[in-house]
């Protein structure tokens, strides 16, 4: 069992950044990668970018240059960091862990608004 804590949402101007955490705790040691995915209302759930345990990442096309993932092993915590945010990134940022398993959890959502 894995729980996952989402922190750091919150709202901001369009071209302003945000910091989202992703708290991990529980069996972490079989933690194989992490991710951020986002759902905007009345569309499906769609990566954001993901880390793998031995660091590789990978973006969604839409924000490559704008996003970055990355991790603490030490705190157990992924992070999300967000520049030039645009009105279309609102929605509610989940973390995603999957382990060796290939079993996967979910954080319970923090939600992003960009909006003058």
């Known amino acids: 069992q894995v729980q996952l804590v989402e922190s750091g949402g919150g709202l901001v101007q369009p071209g302003g950044s945000l910091r989202l955490s992703c708290a991990a705790s529980g069996s972490i040691g079989s933690i194989y990668a992490m991710g951020w995915y986002r759902q905007a209302p009345g569309k499906q759930r769609e990566l954001v970018a993901t880390?793998?345990?031995?660091?590789?990442?990978n973006y969604a096309d839409s924000v490559k240059g704008r996003f970055t993932i990355s991790r603490d092993n030490a705190k157990n915590t992924v992070y999300l960091q967000m520049n030039s945010l645009k009105p279309e990134d609102t929605a509610v940022y989940y973390c995603?862990?999957?382990?060796?398993?290939?079993?996967?959890?979910w954080g319970q959502g923090t939600q992003v608004t960009v909006s003058s």
């Open positions: 995603k862990a999957v382990l060796t398993t290939l079993s996967s959890y």
């Open positions: 880390i793998a345990s031995g660091g590789s990442t």
